[in-house]
């Protein structure tokens, strides 16, 4: 069952005043949603600020990461002033569809169903997903999983794949013990430290800089195979929304192209991770 930590309860409960402030939907508004950025010189984005480190809260308070630095240089392009909306991740693509912010400004597994609604920008990391565990008990095969206390967030890309692993384990005779879904994978990771779960699944990017942080406590264990090629995480766009998406990804790709994107994959992950120009996203993708 999902659990709530006392600042997520918190965000969660002050989420309809955060929307009430928004008596009319910025969809509703005419000129397209990059004209209106331009426009009234904000843009408004929507952020799960419990991912680190690609964005979370520092002890200051203020958002920071891998991904909110390459909002800053996105913001800083459009030539616009930002407002940042820290939100739970269960609402944030409804949010999104509802017109309660402009693009979503947090990472995005790409999957066909997701990518038959949302219009994905260019990827700014590999998501593989990898078995994480407490330190000591890491396993090379992901047939190592039947039996044991898995978890991984509720909603995310990688609740799909577990339940995929956990369904083909119990074909082949066991599957897992349980399948725990949190709100956010800071959630799994405290579970994983307290013996509550024995296996947390999740990108690479994220398990690599826990791990470098703290590896008396956890270790990466074996890759998940999802059985698809899209391992990306991006951000997205309203479907309507495709000038806007293909603005963020020429800043994107100039980053790459550049070295910024690099540099910041270095600043916060401590290695970089090649981003393909295409062949990210599923047949068929808006």
């Known amino acids: 069952m999902a659990k709530l930590t006392r600042r997520q309860f918190g965000i969660v409960t002050g989420l309809t005043g955060v929307l009430a402030a928004f008596p009319i939907p910025l969809l509703a508004q005419t000129g397209g949603t990059l004209g209106r950025i331009r426009e009234t010189g904000t843009v408004t984005v929507g952020?799960?600020?419990a991912f680190p480190p690609f964005e979370f809260v520092d002890e200051s308070g203020q958002i920071?990461?891998?991904?909110?630095?390459?909002?800053d240089?996105?913001?800083?392009?459009?030539?616009?002033?930002?407002?940042?909306?820290?939100?739970?991740?269960?609402?944030?693509?409804?949010g999104l569809l509802a017109g309660n912010f402009d693009f979503v400004a947090t990472t995005v597994g790409v999957n066909e169903e997701r990518a038959s609604r949302y219009a994905y920008t260019a990827p700014i990391a590999n998501g593989?997903?990898?078995a994480l565990t407490r330190a000591g008990e890491a396993f090379e095969d992901e047939d190592a999983m039947a039996g044991l206390r898995v978890g991984t967030q509720l909603a995310s890309s990688t609740e799909p794949i577990a339940r995929a692993l956990n369904?083909?384990?119990?074909?082949?005779?066991?599957?897992?013990?349980?399948?725990?879904?949190?709100?956010?994978?800071t959630d799994c990771y405290v579970a994983l430290a307290?013996?509550?779960?024995?296996?947390?699944?999740?990108?690479?990017?994220?398990?690599?800089?826990?791990?470098?942080?703290?590896?008396?406590a956890f270790?990466?264990?074996?890759?998940?195979?999802t059985g698809v090629q899209w391992t990306y995480l991006c951000w997205v766009t309203r479907p309507e929304d495709t000038d806007l998406r293909d603005f963020i990804s020429v800043v994107i790709f100039k980053m790459r192209d550049d070295g910024r994107l690099y540099e910041l994959q270095e600043k916060w992950f401590g290695f970089r991770m090649e981003i393909p120009h295409d062949g990210y996203l599923p047949e068929g993708a808006l």
Request: hydrophobic residues 40%.
């Open 194 to 216: 307290t013996g509550e779960i024995d296996v947390v699944i999740q990108s690479l990017p994220s398990l690599a800089t826990l791990v470098r942080d703290r590896p008396d």
């Open 47 to 49: 952020t799960e600020a």
């Open 128 to 130: 593989q997903p990898y």
């Open 64 to 71: 920071v990461g891998y991904g909110k630095d390459i909002l």
């Open 73 to 94: 240089v996105i913001v800083s392009e459009l030539g616009v002033e930002l407002r940042q909306l820290d939100l739970p991740w269960q609402g944030i693509l409804p």
């Open 219 to 225: 270790e990466i264990g074996a890759p998940i195979e």
């Open 167 to 185: 369904d083909r384990l119990t074909a082949e005779g066991e599957g897992f013990a349980d399948l725990l879904l949190y709100t956010a994978f």
